[in-house]
C-alpha cells in the first residue's frame, strides 16, 4: 500500500444554489478548492494521483492552477442538484481504466466546501486503513451531541415527533450517547468496495473523529461568514 495506489478526487460542480461560485470564491487569497489542493499536497498522500471532477471550465482552470489534474469535464447528467457523489467517483473510476488502464486500490474523496480539513486529519485516515486490513473505509465525522430522543422531525403541522421514542430526553452534552455523523469531509475507501456496495458506509468502516472546525461544510452565506472569520485567525497557518 503505497500513496501511488490512491485516488484523490476532489468534486467541484458549477452550480450552486446557497452560495454560487463557491468553489472556486477566493477564502484568503485562495480559491475555496485551493485550500483542499493545498491540504492533500501537505499530507503523506501527496503522490496520489488528484483529479478535479468538474463540469465547469472556469472551476477547471481554478484546479490546474492550484495543481489538480483536470483531464475531462464532467458530463451534464452528473452536474444537477440530484447528483450523488457515488455515480461521480464512479465516472473518475472509468475515465481512468478506459484512458489510462489504472485501477486505484483506494478513493479518497475531499469536498471543497471543508476547507479547513488539517492534513494531519488524512495522514491519520491513510494510517488507519493501512494498519487495518480488515477496514474497508474510514469516514470523517463529527460529534452529534444529542441522544436520539432528542432529535424530532417536524409534521406537516409543524408538530415535533421524536425520531425515536426510546431512552430519556438527554439534553446535557456530558451525558449524550457518543453518536457521530459524517461530516462530508473526508471519505477514503477501497474502490472494490465501494463498487460492489455502492456506498461510502461498507459494514467495516471506522469513524475519524473531527472538531466543529475541521467539520465546517460551506454551503450557504452565513458558513461563508464563517469560514471568513476563521481564516482571518490565521487557521490555515497553523494547520501544518
Not at 88 to 112: I, K, M, N, R, S
Not at 139 to 157: E, H, W
Not at 183 to 206: C, E, M, T, V, W
Not at 221 to 240: F, H, M, N, V
Amino acid at each position: 500500500m503505497t500513496p501511488r495506489d490512491v485516488l484523490a478526487l476532489i468534486p467541484a460542480r458549477g452550480g450552486s444554489r446557497g452560495l454560487p461560485g463557491k468553489n472556486i470564491k477566493p477564502l484568503g487569497g485562495l480559491p475555496l478548492l485551493g485550500w483542499t489542493a493545498e491540504a492533500l499536497q501537505r499530507s503523506c498522500l501527496r503522490e496520489a494521483r488528484a483529479l478535479l471532477s468538474t463540469d465547469d471550465e472556469a472551476i477547471a482552470e481554478a484546479g490546474r492552477g492550484c495543481g489538480l489534474e483536470t483531464p475531462f469535464l464532467r458530463p451534464a447528467a452528473l452536474a444537477g442538484d440530484t447528483s450523488s457523489s457515488l455515480d461521480v467517483v464512479l465516472h473518475a473510476l472509468d475515465w481512468l481504466a478506459d484512458t489510462h488502464g489504472e485501477t486505484p486500490t483506494f478513493v479518497l474523496l475531499l469536498q471543497p466546501t471543508s476547507p479547513f480539513r488539517p492534513p494531519a486529519i488524512i495522514d491519520r485516515a491513510w494510517q488507519m486503513l493501512r494498519d487495518d486490513p480488515a477496514l474497508d473505509a474510514v469516514v470523517g465525522v463529527k460529534p452529534l451531541q444529542r441522544s436520539l430522543a432528542t432529535l424530532f422531525l417536524p409534521d406537516a403541522r409543524g408538530h415535533m415527533q421524536p425520531v425515536s421514542a426510546d431512552g430519556d430526553t438527554v439534553t446535557r452534552r456530558q451525558d449524550s450517547p457518543g453518536l457521530v455523523t459524517p461530516n462530508g469531509a473526508l471519505y477514503l475507501i477501497r474502490s472494490d468496495s465501494l463498487r460492489q456496495g455502492g456506498s461510502f458506509f461498507p459494514p467495516a468502516s471506522a469513524a475519524l473523529p473531527m472538531d466543529a472546525v475541521s467539520s465546517l461544510d460551506i454551503d450557504d452565506p452565513t458558513d461563508w461568514a464563517i469560514a471568513e472569520a476563521l481564516q482571518g485567525l490565521s487557521w490555515r497557518a497553523s494547520q501544518t
